[in-house]
């Protein structure tokens, strides 16, 4: 009679023969993303949520149906040249299903960051539209420079604004027309830090970036948010930003600070390197599957999958 320990240990076995080139390869997905066709694999994010019913500093709650002025206090990080773009985005989306973005970003090879702006339409469809506002617009910000982001509704538009605090210069367009006026009531992924880039040169000497603040017609938002990146089976945000099935790399780590504030930087991991991951919770999730599988149980099912209503906007 063959040992019941026998299935676990053949599984055990092809995981040693997996593991033994040193490297888990990431899984891209299938992008949603706009421009993708300019870099060589999809956008990653990892990014700060703001459901209904968050709490506002003065005790009252978010109700994004009457939210007309967003707006989000930023320190940029120290990256100079990255291998591939970086955004630092903000994101609304209206009651059309219609997401606005404003962005912070460093093109490849370049210093400083400049703005980005777009109108992605259709974005619960599987074939989104990205219209440019922005490309690599004025102003100039340099690293480590404080940054607001406003998207506000004006009468019947919808206006941004980016403005570097270091030096007073800013940019503001109109959205194309078209979008609901309204917000649209749950979910709102409204920051995030956004790349194409898995290169551990471009970030290893980042410090942070700082979410410093989210104001809401003037309210800071100071409790019930919450980080997301592409696996979450408790919350079911109104969009994502990145795309669909692009785990961000280990090497980022995002926290939570004091009073609504958020910060991303580097956290060297053992083996993660460009477009590979030998991380310890991919390893780790496979030591767990045998160990169902061992002890008798009925099996686990590991998937990293959005929200079913969930739709995939990227900046990038």
């Given at each position: ?154 009468p019947g538009a919808w206006e941004l604004k980016i403005s570097d605090m270091a030096t007073g210069s800013s940019v503001e367009r ?142 990038g």
């Amino acid at each position: 009679m063959r040992s019941w320990i026998e299935p676990g240990l053949a599984i055990l076995l092809s995981i040693c023969i997996l593991l033994s080139g040193s490297e888990l390869t990431l899984a891209e997905g299938t992008s949603q993303s706009r421009p993708v066709s300019a870099y060589s694999n999809a956008s990653w994010a990892t990014g700060v949520v703001v459901p209904e019913g968050a709490g506002l500093q003065d005790g009252g709650k978010v109700h994004w149906e009457g939210v007309s002025n967003v707006t989000v206090s930023l320190t940029l990080p120290d990256i100079g040249s990255p291998d591939r773009v970086v955004y630092a985005v903000m994101s609304v989306m209206t009651s059309d299903g219609s997401v606005l973005q404003a962005a912070a970003g460093a093109l490849p090879n370049s210093t400083g960051w400049r703005g980005f702006a777009w109108l992605v339409t259709g974005a619960n469809s599987g074939s989104p539209t990205y219209l440019w506002v922005l490309n690599a617009s004025q102003p100039e910000m340099s690293s480590m420079g404080t940054v607001l982001l406003s998207i506000f509704s004006e009468p019947g538009a919808w206006e941004l604004k980016i403005s570097d605090m270091a030096t007073g210069s800013s940019v503001e367009r109109s959205y194309p027309q078209g979008p609901g006026q309204v917000l649209r009531a749950g979910d709102q992924e409204v920051f995030a830090l956004e790349s194409y880039s898995r290169s551990q040169a471009t970030f290893s000497e980042m410090g942070n970036l700082t979410l410093n603040s989210i104001w809401l017609d003037g309210q800071k938002v100071v409790s019930g948010c919450y980080l997301y990146s592409d696996w979450d089976m408790i919350h079911n945000p109104l969009f994502v930003v990145g795309s669909t099935g692009s785990s961000p790399p280990s090497f980022i780590y995002a926290g939570e600070g004091k009073t609504g504030s958020f910060f991303w930087d580097y956290a060297g991991v053992w083996g993660a390197q460009g477009d590979t991951l030998t991380g310890l919770a991919e390893i780790l999730a496979l030591v767990a599957l045998v160990g169902a599988v061992v002890l008798g149980g009925t099996g686990i099912w590991l998937a990293r999958k959005k929200p079913a209503n969930a739709s995939s906007a990227t900046s990038g």
